[in-house]
Structures are given as C-alpha cells and as structure tokens.
C-alpha cells in the first residue's frame, strides 16, 4: 500500500514539475516567398541558418504567411528552405497562402502534410489552426472544419492543462467568427496565444485571453529579417527578437504564467437584428456543411447542390434541406457546378472534373487534370466550359467526358465563372489577363489587361458581363471597363464608385451593377463611349470586399455580404426590399429559384433558402 502511495506522489510530482519545466523555442510568422528571386527567401535561409547555430531551442512554430500567393511553386520553395531546419517545426497557413491559392489548400497539406496541428511539451498542449480566406477575398476565417477538429480536440484536454493557441490572424474581429475561437479557448487554461499577419511585433489582449503579435521575418527597410525567441518559464513566458545576422537579442515582452480563470465578458458579438426589421423574409431551412462552402449552390430536380471545401459534393431536398446524397472527392471543392439536365459537372481541388448524376450522385465520368479545379462550369448545348490551375481553360462533353479542346496559353488560375458570348468565352485568370477563346475551336482572340501588372488586381474573381458588343468586367483595382468584344481594346474605365469584384447587368441590358467598397450599390448605363452612372443606392452594409455577384431576376437585385447578410432591392425604386443575415460570414454569389425563393450559402459551410413575401 506505501509503495502504491509512494508511486502515485511521485506520478503526480513528475507531472506537475514536467509541466513546469523551463524551454526555448523559436516564433516566425509571414515569411511571404515567392518564386522571384531575392529577399523573402535569403531571409528565411538566413533566418534557417541561424536556427540550427542554437542548441537550446526545443522546436519552431510559424504562424502563416508562408508565401506571398500560395501557389504550388511558392509553397515547394518554401517547403525546401524549411526542409534545411535541424530540429522539429510546427506551421500553419494564412491568408496569403489560402485566399489566392490555386489549390484551395490543397497544395499547402501536399507539401507539409497538414494545415493545422497539435502536440504536447513539457506539460504544455500547443494547438495550431489554419485560417482563410480561401480563394476569395473575405475577412479571416476560421474554416468550418478546423472549428469542428479544434471541438475535437479540445474535448481531449484536460481543462487544467496549459495551453498555446496559434493562428495567422489575431483573434479579434479580423476573423469573421473569432468568438467560436476566444469563447472555447477560455474555458480551458489557454496561457497564451500567438498571432502574425501585422507584421510588427506587439503585446495584445484578445477577450482577456494574453495574446502576442509575431513580426514578419522580412527585413523590410532593415538590413535583415528577425523573429522571436520564445522563453517558457515556471512564472512567466518570455519573448526576445532576434536578428539573424548579428546575432542581437532584443527582449521586449513578458507574460505571466499560471492557472487562468477567465470571465467570459460582455464582449460585443455580431448582431442579427436585422433580420427583425425586415419580416418579410425568412429562411425556409439552414443546412450547415462539415466545412466551408465557397460556391453557388446549383438547382435542380428538387435538389440543391453545393461542394465543400472537405471536397464533399451534398445534394439536399430544396424543400427540407435534409441530405439526400453525397460524393467524396480528394480535395477542396471551390468550383460552381452547373447542370445539363441530369447531369452535373463540377471540378475539384483534387485536379479532376466530376460528372454526376443529379439524382443520386453516382458518377458519370470523371476527366483528370494537371492541377485543381477552382473554377466555376458554364455549360452551352451539352458543353462545359471550365478553367483550371494547371493553365489550361477547356471544353468539355459533357456527355462522354472526352475534351473537345484546351487552351493552355494561361500563366495563372482561372477561379470565375466563364462567360459565352458572340461565339467566344470570356473569363479572366490570375495572370493579370482577362481572355477571349473562339468557342468552337479554343483558340486565343485577344487577351486584355487592366494596366498592372501586380496579380492581386488581375480581373479574375469577376464573372464577365456582356452586351451590343461590349464586355464589362471590375477587377481589384477598383475600376469598372468597358471592352470591345470583337477586339478586346479598351473603350472605356471608370473608377468614381470603386466597385471591386462584384458586377452584375439589369434584365433588359440597359444597366450595369457594381457593388461598390462601402454601403451602396451603382448602377451605370450600357454604352461605348463613356462610363455614365445612373443612380446610386446606400444599403448601409458598412465596408465591403467579397466577391458577390449582383444578379437580377423579377424585378429585383439579390447580392451577398462579407457579414453574412444577403440584399434584396428594387431597382426601379431604388430601395431595400429585404436582408437577412445567415451567419457572420461571406454570402457566395446567390442562385434566384422562383420570384421569391433564393439559394445562399456562406463561407461558414450554411446553405439556405430564404423566401420572401
């Protein structure tokens, strides 16, 4: 019985001096390479390099920004400069590896396996999360399945374990749904959590929940780059910046350890009170995916279709919302299906383009591509057009499956939805290029540029409109262009609303929509020689980035939010007919049902219908 005593006080000593025992790591966030040549990369050898002259550090975490676009080159470069690192390294994405990357994330697990992480030191239970947006622009997000597996593994941890939370973006209203993260984490003992994205190193306080901003490991207007050193005491946490050339340490920022008990607070939370100013709309059904959903939803035999980012394709009733079948894919999916009577076609971050039946879900056929397959199908007399990121834009049977044609003249991903006209396609790639194919052969009849040659403000979020022979796009550089169809030479350019990616064009073609940057909708007229606004219209969504189309039908224009709120106005009054708020996050561009009926679907994974009266 002593001996049986004995053992336990010195299990229970052992584990609570494990705990305590004292350890050194280091911190990087927002390396940003990129497959140019220069200094991101000689700043993180650099930075690697000197990682492995020290011999009293335990492990490396990296907090996102990894590369500057996300694509597969840039993610191997970085992979390979990590690969250098003699001890042990634990790395999440952020923003710029998911909101423009080509494979919706599925690159960034290839290369290294995972998007987030747990493991255990010392007593100590470090919790990684992945964070978007992903191959959209949005505010930060915390995708759908990482909150599932952090319920997961949470519900492992016992609540007196310490414990680090680490995430690209701060845990503030910088992501859309950081109280799903700050309202679990403190009701756990959450030490402390670490943070990029600001690239400057500051002390931080989320909810109560002591927080630290990681600097960036670029040199920016320095002679070199630097990162943190982390010092886990009995007492207190320690953070010293280091540079890598002089080898200078640089304390700046202490924490204090010990048993956290945190009060959960009157912190402000999103409001949904606008659903009950406006009563004349409701959601018929909410059906919340394992995962994100970034996609419109298609219609069709009674079904509502729709990827997640899981790569799981759901059909569910139109009329109850329950499940009424599934398809498993291998990666991501952020490609708008499109229907050709009871066939679906729909591509996949797993590189392929699936065919299912819209009945119940059995494969067709499936056509193997080189890269994932971001972007949204436009089908034409038993045709799809879709482009991927392998540089290829292609024409597909849908019958067979065989290519009819592939255009492979694209240095970037195509992630919109392509639209036919007057004989060509017209969609635009990350490349900078918006371009016009012939549509029965696929060949290039012009390719047109908005002036930069930066990719963020390349013309490719938006879906292109068309009308009397002029194509009207809006790109990230806040511009509305008028282009000649037939020659793909500029006509005109207007930038008076700032009107980012989301565009749409009124029923009878008179009109064309923007969704500007801050509360109000414009509407300019069609013409070719000049960009003239018509009217203007505040809504009071406040400051506004995603990409959401504007699509008229009935007589009204529907249009999502990045807070999670779709619109419904009227056009010719000039006035809100309707809003409602699904959740706090992006609204993906709507599919209109019926003269009341509308599908949405946010980027938190819920697919509804709401229906007006």
């Avoid at 999360?129 to 941890?157: N, Q």
């Avoid at 207190?236 to 924490?255: G, H, M, Q, Y």
Wanted: glycine share 8%; aromatic share 10%; with cysteine.
């Amino acid at each position: 019985m002593k001996r049986l005593i004995l053992l336990a006080l010195f299990t229970c000593y052992f584990t609570v001096t494990n705990a305590q025992q004292p350890f050194r790591f280091a911190f990087l966030s927002d390396t940003h390479i990129s497959t140019d040549p220069g200094v991101p990369a000689d700043d993180l050898r650099r930075t690697i390099a000197d990682l492995n002259s020290q011999t009293d550090l335990d492990f490396v975490v990296i907090t996102g920004d990894i590369t500057e676009m996300g694509t597969a080159e840039e993610i191997k470069l970085a992979k390979s400069i990590f690969n250098d690192l003699k001890i042990p390294y634990h790395i999440v994405p952020g923003n710029h590896d998911s909101g423009w990357s080509e494979s919706g994330g599925v690159d960034f697990i290839r290369e290294f396996g995972y998007d987030k992480f747990v493991f255990d030191h010392k007593g100590y239970r470090f919790i990684g999360c992945a964070s978007g947006p992903y191959v959209r622009m949005s505010d930060g997000h915390i995708p759908r399945d990482a909150v599932v597996w952090l319920d997961s593994v949470l519900a492992k941890t016992p609540k007196e374990q310490p414990l680090v939370f680490l995430n690209h973006y701060p845990l503030t209203n910088e992501l859309d749904n950081w109280y799903e993260i700050t309202d679990r984490l403190k009701k756990y003992n959450t030490q402390f959590v670490l943070a990029g994205h600001h690239h400057n190193n500051k002390a931080a306080d989320f909810e109560g929940l002591p927080a630290t901003h990681g600097r960036s490991n670029l040199r920016a207007k320095a002679e070199t780059g630097a990162y943190n050193l982390v010092t886990v005491r009995t007492d207190s946490v320690l953070f010293a910046e280091r540079n890598p050339l002089t080898k200078a340490i640089r304390p700046w920022r202490k924490i204090a350890l010990g048993k956290r008990s945190f009060v959960q607070g009157n912190y402000p939370r999103p409001s949904f009170e606008i659903n009950e100013k406006y009563r004349n709309v409701k959601a018929e059904w909410v059906y919340h995916s394992s995962a994100n959903v970034v996609s419109t939803p298609a219609y069709a035999h009674g079904l509502v279709i729709f990827g997640n980012s899981l790569g799981k394709i759901e059909a569910v009733s139109v009329k109850s919302g329950k499940p009424v079948w599934s398809y498993q894919t291998g990666g991501g999916i952020y490609s708008s299906a499109a229907v050709d009577g009871k066939t679906l076609v729909i591509g996949s971050g797993d590189g392929s383009i699936y065919s299912l039946n819209v009945k119940n879900g059995k494969l067709n056929w499936a056509l193997k591509t080189g890269a994932s397959v971001l972007g949204a199908v436009t089908i034409e007399n038993h045709i799809a057009y879709v482009g991927g990121s392998d540089r290829h834009f292609r024409a597909i049977d849908v019958r067979t499956g065989k290519e009819i044609w592939s255009f492979g003249g694209l240095t970037g991903s195509v992630v919109s939805k392509p639209l036919i006209y007057e004989g060509k396609v017209i969609f635009g790639s990350w490349d900078t290029h918006l371009y016009s194919l012939d549509k029965a052969t696929g060949s290039l009849l012009w390719k047109w540029n908005n002036g930069s040659a930066v990719r963020h403000l390349s013309p490719a979020m938006c879906n292109p409109v068309a009308y009397d022979g002029v194509v009207y796009v809006v790109a990230p550089d806040k511009f509305l262009s008028a282009i000649d169809a037939a020659t793909g030479k500029t006509l005109w350019r207007n930038n008076e609303a700032t009107i980012r990616e989301s565009i749409g064009i009124s029923a009878d073609n008179k009109l064309i929509y923007g969704k500007t940057m801050n509360d109000e909708i414009v509407a300019f007229k069609t013409n070719k020689t000049k960009g003239e606004l018509a009217w203007r219209l505040n809504c009071g969504f406040g400051y506004e980035h995603v990409p959401s189309m504007l699509i008229e039908n009935n007589g009204s224009i529907y249009f999502g939010t990045k807070s999670g709120v779709t619109y419904s106005i009227d056009p010719s009054l000039q006035k809100i007919n309707w809003a409602y708020k699904l959740d706090n996050s992006m609204i993906n561009t709507v599919n209109v049902i019926g003269k009341n009926r509308v599908i949405v679907a946010s980027m938190d994974g819920k697919v509804s219908v709401l229906r007006s009266f």
